[in-house]
Every structure is written in structure tokens, then in C-alpha cells.
């Protein structure tokens, strides 16, 4: 580790060409990315050979396996000291209020912590085969009479052994191999479309179209910062994992709050699961248009949540002044309707209002809401206004004129109906983010 250390602290002092007689400057984990993406820091890191223990190894009483349950605990608080904030802030105190919302945290963490008992009795001790190999291999040593065959060693008792480091075997895999262009039809791509969709609009299709190859291109050029090739390989594969982590929605966006708070992403009604009962298919309020449509979609369409990663990238790479607040209005159903004398459907499924901060301060100003939609909308998702004609297949905006004064409301509400399949919409943040690309090859 110290020689990993020694590589890439040495190739961040070259490339950001700081005097030698400098200290040794700390690095991020995106120094460590880019100090692998040069040809000849990988070549010096594939030449390292690391002992460390095997994963195949453990003693008796899983000691090591053991040390991830207490950070169970840890995760725990850190996302009731959120909620507690987000309590603060929407001015919530009533004590049955908060007690609800922090039992729910208790109920989800004793859930996951139940899995990882069972992950750790029935799929990690079963395979730990190295000491019992290696106590065979001591009772049982083999004699080699033939001189000119190398003697076989046996697997140490300590579970230790030399690794060649991954990036030696990179060349070995995909590379840069092509694996999607335009004229491809996969449904990779379509996940890829979904994925991407804040970089310049897309629609959930598995075709590799001409959207695609620029949605791609941009991708490349402002988020990896590369040379636009507008086809996929394993480079972008592995780049829109990494942004799918990094970027992905704060964890309290996904914590139904109590039906007093109106401003969620869930259906505050307290009648359904949040994201209403899927009634009303086909039926509309008049003429057959999808912005009529009553039927209640079981989700956000996951288009519009993965657009938002995207805004919030171009927030932080921009180092605007505005920041995301919070997701302000998303579900609402039949029966939230009828409770507000409304009669949206945009907000049933195919829609998101969001709040923006603005140095670290809510902003109602309609000026700034104009700002973000022609700044960050417009210019980089590829979002129209007003659902005018001509607008199909694109994210939509409603502009200050018809409403959104002190927010920012997009939709996808002209997209065509087999671009609005239930199997697009999602109710929780594992079903948006799927699993990553790399294991669907």
C-alpha cells in the first residue's frame, strides 16, 4: 500500500506541476481515477504484487465479516440525525410525529441487518475453503522425484498470498472495445438511455439512435471529460456506474414523511402506498390526450429521477450559486385530487417539482427559477416549454406564465405511450438504479 501510496501521490504532484520542495499533497478518490487513467501510473501500478489476506479465508468466528455489523449501527444514526434535520426544518415536533419516522429507520436497519446474518451463515462461511485446504495440504505433503518439474507450495495457514493488483489484467477485458453503436438494438441501451436521459432527452427505447450517439457524446465530453466518440465501451460502461453513485438522489428523498407534509415525493393522502392504486387506465377527462390521461402510473418514471442526477451534476460542475433542495412535489393520486379539488395527472407518475437553494438558502424567486429552466434544462437536458406542438418525446417544462413562480416543474407527459410502460416507473431507489451496467454485459 505504501508503494500504491508513493505512485499516485507522485503522478498528482506531476500533474497538477507542483515544486518538488512542496509536501506531499492529499489526494481524493477522483485523483486516484485519473492517476489510473494514465497509461504509464497503471503500468507501474500493474507491476505491484500485494499480500493480503484471502477472501477465502477467515477464522472460526468470521472476525473479519464481523467488523461490518457495527457499522450497521453507524448508518443507522447518520440517517436519523438526517431525517431528524428534515423534521426540523419542515417544523414537525409532535413526538408521535417523529417517533413514526425513526421507527421506520429502526424496522428498515434490523431488516438488512437480519439479511447480512443470513448472508454470512449460509453463502460466506460455506465458502471458506482455504484452511481447510491448507491443513490437508500439511497432513498430506506431496513428494516431486521428477527434478525439472517446479515443487508445488502449499496455501499458507494465515490465508495470505501475493496478488497481482486488477489494473494489470485490464488489457486482458473489453478495453476499449466497442460494445454499442448507432444502428445497435439492445436492451442494455435502452437502461443506457434511461440512465443518461439528462444529457440532452432521451426516451426509454433499446434502439441505438442518433439521439443516443449525442447523448452519449455530451456524456463523454462533460461528465468524463474525454473525446466524444459518441459510441459505448467499457470506459463508458464503467463512467455511468460511477455517476450513478455518485449523483444519486439523497437518501431522505425516499423516506415517506407523515401525510401533514405536502411536499414529498410520495402521495401525502394517506390512502395509498404513495404512489396511488394504478386505477383509471384509458380513461381521460375528455379528449384522449396524455395530458388527460387519469390513469394513476405505479411510480416516478425513472427518466425523470435520472435526469435529476444529471442536474445536480451540471449544478456542481458549473459551481453554481443554486444548489438542489429537495424533491417538493411528486405523487398525487385520485384521492389526493379530491382532497384539493384538483384534477392534475401529470403528478401521477409522470412528473416532478423541485425546490431549489440558492447559497445554501431556499429561493422562491422567479427570476431564478427562469435562470434554472434556461440554464440547466434547456441547455443541457434538452427540455422544452409548455408542451407546444413539436415537443413530443421530450422532457416538458411549465414556465413561470402558467405557474411554476417559486419551483421548477419538468415532466414527461409528451412522451409517446410506449414510452410510458409501467415498467418505467419505480417506487424506490433500487428499482431506479437497477443493477450496474458492468453486470449486464
Same mark, same amino acid.
Given at each position: 500500500m505504501k508503494a /500504491?501510496?508513493?505512485?499516485? @501521490?507522485?503522478? *498528482? !504532484?506531476?500533474?497538477?506541476?507542483? #515544486?518538488k520542495d512542496l509536501p506531499p499533497p492529499t489526494f481524493t478518490d477522483r485523483d486516484l481515477?485519473?492517476? /489510473?487513467?494514465?497509461?504509464? @501510473?497503471?503500468? *507501474? !501500478?500493474?507491476?505491484?504484487?500485494? #499480500?493480503?489476506?484471502?477472501e477465502w479465508y477467515a477464522d472460526e468466528a468470521l472476525s473479519k465479516w464481523n467488523e461490518i455489523d457495527e457499522l450497521f449501527e453507524e448508518e443507522k444514526q447518520q440517517q436519523k440525525a438526517l431525517i431528524e434535520a428534515g423534521l426540523d426544518e419542515l417544523g414537525i415536533t409532535e413526538p408521535y410525529l417523529r417517533d413514526f419516522a425513526l421507527d421506520v429507520v429502526d424496522e428498515a436497519h434490523e431488516h438488512v441487518k437480519s439479511n447480512w446474518q443470513l448472508e454470512k451463515a449460509q453463502r460466506i462461511k460455506p465458502s471458506l475453503w482455504w484452511k481447510q485446504v491448507a491443513q490437508a495440504q500439511a497432513q498430506?505433503?506431496?513428494?516431486?522425484?521428477?527434478?525439472?518439474?517446479?515443487?508445488?507450495?502449499?496455501?499458507?495457514?494465515?490465508?495470505?498470498?501475493?496478488?497481482?493488483?486488477?489494473?494489470?489484467?485490464?488489457?486482458?477485458?473489453?478495453?476499449?472495445?466497442?460494445?454499442?453503436?448507432?444502428?445497435?438494438?439492445?436492451?442494455?441501451?435502452?437502461?443506457?438511455?434511461?440512465?443518461?436521459?439528462?444529457?440532452?432527452?432521451?426516451?426509454?427505447?433499446?434502439e441505438f439512435t442518433e439521439r443516443t450517439e449525442n447523448m452519449i457524446?455530451?456524456?463523454?465530453?462533460?461528465?468524463?471529460?474525454?473525446?466524444?466518440?459518441?459510441?459505448?465501451?467499457?470506459?463508458?460502461?464503467?463512467?455511468?456506474?460511477e455517476f450513478s453513485v455518485k449523483y444519486d438522489l439523497p437518501s431522505n428523498e425516499w423516506v415517506k414523511k407523515p401525510p401533514t407534509d405536502?411536499?414529498?415525493?410520495?402521495?401525502?393522502?394517506?390512502?395509498?402506498?404513495?404512489?396511488?392504486?394504478?386505477?383509471?387506465?384509458?380513461?381521460?377527462?375528455?379528449?384522449?390526450?396524455?395530458?388527460?390521461?387519469?390513469?394513476?402510473?405505479?411510480?416516478?418514471?425513472?427518466?425523470?429521477?435520472?435526469?435529476?442526477?444529471a442536474v445536480i451534476f451540471y449544478l456542481q460542475k458549473e459551481n453554481?450559486?443554486?444548489?438542489?433542495?429537495?424533491?417538493?412535489?411528486?405523487?398525487?393520486?385520485?384521492?389526493?385530487?379530491?382532497?384539493?379539488?384538483?384534477?392534475?395527472?401529470?403528478?401521477k407518475g409522470k412528473a416532478l417539482d423541485i425546490h431549489f437553494n440558492k447559497n445554501g438558502v431556499r429561493t422562491r424567486s422567479c427570476n431564478d427559477m427562469n435562470k434554472l429552466r434556461k440554464e440547466i434544462f434547456n441547455k443541457?437536458?434538452?427540455?422544452?416549454?409548455?408542451?407546444?406542438?413539436?415537443?413530443?418525446?421530450?422532457?416538458?417544462?411549465?414556465?413561470?406564465?402558467?405557474?411554476?413562480t417559486s419551483w421548477v416543474h419538468y415532466d414527461v407527459r409528451e412522451f409517446d405511450q410506449i414510452y410510458l410502460k409501467d415498467e418505467y416507473f419505480?417506487?424506490?431507489?433500487?428499482?431506479?438504479?437497477?443493477?450496474?451496467?458492468?453486470?449486464?454485459?
Open positions: /500504491l501510496h508513493q505512485i499516485l @501521490t507522485g503522478t *498528482l !504532484i506531476y500533474s497538477t506541476q507542483r #515544486k481515477k485519473e492517476g /489510473l487513467r494514465r497509461s504509464w @501510473t497503471a503500468e *507501474l !501500478i500493474g507491476h505491484l504484487l500485494v #499480500k493480503y489476506e484471502s498430506n505433503p506431496t513428494a516431486n522425484t521428477e527434478a525439472n518439474i517446479p515443487k508445488l507450495s502449499n496455501l499458507s495457514a494465515d490465508g495470505k498470498a501475493w496478488f497481482i493488483h486488477p489494473v494489470a489484467m485490464v488489457d486482458y477485458f473489453a478495453g476499449n472495445t466497442v460494445l454499442f453503436k448507432k444502428g445497435d438494438k439492445d436492451e442494455i441501451i435502452r437502461e443506457i438511455n434511461i440512465r443518461l436521459a439528462g444529457f440532452g432527452g432521451n426516451v426509454p427505447t433499446d457524446k455530451q456524456f463523454q465530453r462533460d461528465y468524463m471529460q474525454v473525446e466524444e466518440t459518441g459510441v459505448v465501451d467499457m470506459n463508458v460502461i464503467k463512467a455511468i456506474d405536502d411536499e414529498q415525493m410520495f402521495c401525502p393522502c394517506g390512502l395509498c402506498d404513495g404512489f396511488g392504486k394504478s386505477r383509471h387506465k384509458d380513461m381521460y377527462y375528455g379528449v384522449k390526450l396524455e395530458a388527460t390521461h387519469r390513469y394513476e402510473y405505479p411510480g416516478i418514471h425513472r427518466s425523470l429521477l435520472w435526469a435529476l442526477k453554481s450559486v443554486y444548489s438542489f433542495r429537495k424533491i417538493s412535489s411528486g405523487y398525487r393520486c385520485y384521492d389526493r385530487n379530491l382532497q384539493t379539488n384538483r384534477r392534475t395527472t401529470n403528478h443541457y437536458l434538452g427540455a422544452k416549454w409548455d408542451w407546444l406542438a413539436g415537443q413530443e418525446n421530450m422532457f416538458n417544462l411549465e414556465s413561470s406564465d402558467i405557474g411554476a419505480c417506487k424506490d431507489s433500487a428499482t431506479l438504479n437497477g443493477k450496474p451496467l458492468a453486470s449486464l454485459l
